[in-house]
Each structure stands twice: as structure tokens, then as C-alpha cells.
């Protein structure tokens, strides 16, 4: 098994170069379109951890919680069963929470921004258009 390239010599390396390190490295190919500049971050980011045995458990931790946390904040926090009323141009829209997403004249949508863009014919957040946010429209 070969070894990885040093981080000098990933800069000087081409792209077919660069491609086949990084299948040594991931074991698999490298994505056909992914440039030639990603492929040696890529790499060089790899090397890097190799070489000082990645990143510290306490900062591991941290990141996966503050992962979660962003994870979390993006759900709506709607029960099945509620019902968001909005008017917009003088007609009011009723969206009722299921479980399978958000349902809307009929139609079930998975989330509140495609029935907020279908409303206005503009790009919205659904969850800022719905005033679930607690910011000012």
C-alpha cells in the first residue's frame, strides 16, 4: 500500500494524480467533476489528520452537538393536528400540519416554504412567511 502524498507534494500534483491519491485515501474514486483545487484541499486536509491523529475528542463532541442543535432549530416544532392561518393579498390561506408535511388546498406539501412560494409566486421561507420565526415580515 502506497503511501499518502506530503503536503508538498499534493501541490504540485495534476489532476489525474490527485484523483487516483484520493482513491488510495477514501477507497473509492473521486467524484468525476470535482476539481482539480477541492481534490487537494481534500487531500491535504486528510494528511493533515493522518499525521496528528484528527481532531480532539472534546472538539469532536462539540461539533456533533452544535450539528444537532442546527438540526433541531430547522423543524418547525408543529404538532400534527395544528393549523396555520395566513392572508396574503386579501384571501386567507389554511395549511394543516399532518403527519406526512403540510397540507394545503388538498395537496400535501413536505414543507411550508413550496406552499408559501405557490402563494405568493415568489421565493419565501415558509417557516418567516407563516410568522414561525418571531421576526418581522
Keep these: ?21 484520493y482513491s488510495r485515501c477514501f477507497g473509492k474514486p473521486a467524484p468525476r467533476r470535482m476539481s482539480r483545487v477541492l481534490l487537494a484541499r481534500i487531500l ?3 494528511v493533515q489528520v493522518k499525521a496528528k491523529g484528527g481532531l480532539p475528542a472534546a472538539l469532536r463532541r ?12 430547522k423543524t418547525t416544532g408543529l404538532k400534527p393536528g395544528a393549523c396555520l392561518v ?5 384571501i ?16 400535501t406539501y413536505r414543507s411550508l416554504t413550496a406552499i408559501a412560494t405557490a402563494i ?3 421565493r419565501w421561507s415558509g417557516p418567516r412567511f407563516f410568522n414561525l420565526t418571531g421576526k418581522k415580515q
Design 86 to 90: 395566513r392572508e396574503w393579498n386579501g
Design 92 to 107: 386567507s390561506h389554511v395549511v394543516d400540519v399532518v403527519e406526512t408535511g403540510f397540507v394545503w388546498k388538498g395537496e
Design 44 to 46: 491535504a486536509y486528510e
Design 1 to 21: 500500500m502506497r503511501t499518502l502524498p506530503s503536503l508538498g507534494e499534493i501541490a504540485g500534483m495534476d489532476h489525474a494524480a490527485l484523483s487516483d491519491a
Design 120 to 122: 405568493t409566486g415568489t
Design 62 to 73: 462539540r461539533l456533533t452537538n452544535i450539528a444537532n442543535e442546527t438540526a433541531r432549530k
